[in-house]
C-alpha cells in the first residue's frame, strides 16, 4: 500500500498539501508587493523638501493663531501708554530691555527647535533600525 493510499497520505494530500502551497502563495505576493512604509494623513506640497533645501520654507507663512494676534494687540497698547508715562531715558530702558528679551526669546526658540529636531532624528532613526542593534557596547 503507497502513502497516498493511507488514511493519513489522504489527509496529507487533500488538507495539509493545500495549505502549505495557499501558505507559500501568501509568502510570494507579499515578498513581490510590499507595503509602503508610511502613509501620511495630511498633504504635503509637491516640492517640499526642494523648498526646504533651497530655503524656501518659512514656517512664519502659517496662519497666526487667535490668542497670538490678541497678545500682540495687548502688547503694543502697553507699549504706547508706557512711551507716554515714562521719561526718554527711562523709555530708552524699557526699548533696551524688550530688545534683549526678544533676542533671548529667539535663542532659545532655536535651541529648542534643535534639541527636538535631533530628538526626532533619533527616533527615527531608532524606529528604522534592526531591533537590537542600538544596545550600548
Known amino acids: 500500500m503507497d502513502f497516498y493510499e ?3 497520505g489522504q ?3 487533500t488538507n495539509t498539501v493545500p495549505r502549505i502551497t495557499k501558505a507559500l502563495e501568501d509568502i510570494a505576493k ?3 508587493a510590499p507595503a509602503p512604509v508610511i502613509q501620511l494623513p495630511q498633504d504635503i506640497p509637491k516640492d ?3 523648498d526646504l533645501y533651497l530655503g524656501n520654507y518659512d514656517p512664519s507663512d502659517e496662519p497666526e493663531p ?3 494676534a490678541d ?3 495687548e ?3 502697553n507699549e504706547a501708554a508706557l512711551h507716554k508715562a515714562v521719561s526718554p531715558d527711562i523709555w530708552s530702558l524699557i526699548d533696551r530691555t524688550s530688545t534683549l528679551l526678544h533676542k533671548k526669546g529667539d535663542i532659545l526658540q532655536a535651541q529648542a527647535f534643535a534639541a527636538g529636531f535631533r530628538c526626532a532624528m533619533t527616533m527615527l532613526v531608532v524606529g528604522l533600525a534592526k531591533p537590537g542593534s542600538g544596545e550600548a557596547a
Open 66 to 68: 487667535e490668542e497670538i
Open 71 to 73: 497678545c500682540t494687540a
Open 48 to 50: 517640499f523638501l526642494t
Open 75 to 77: 502688547i503694543i497698547a
Open 11 to 13: 489527509e496529507f494530500y
Open 30 to 32: 507579499s515578498l513581490n
Open 6 to 8: 493511507t488514511r493519513m
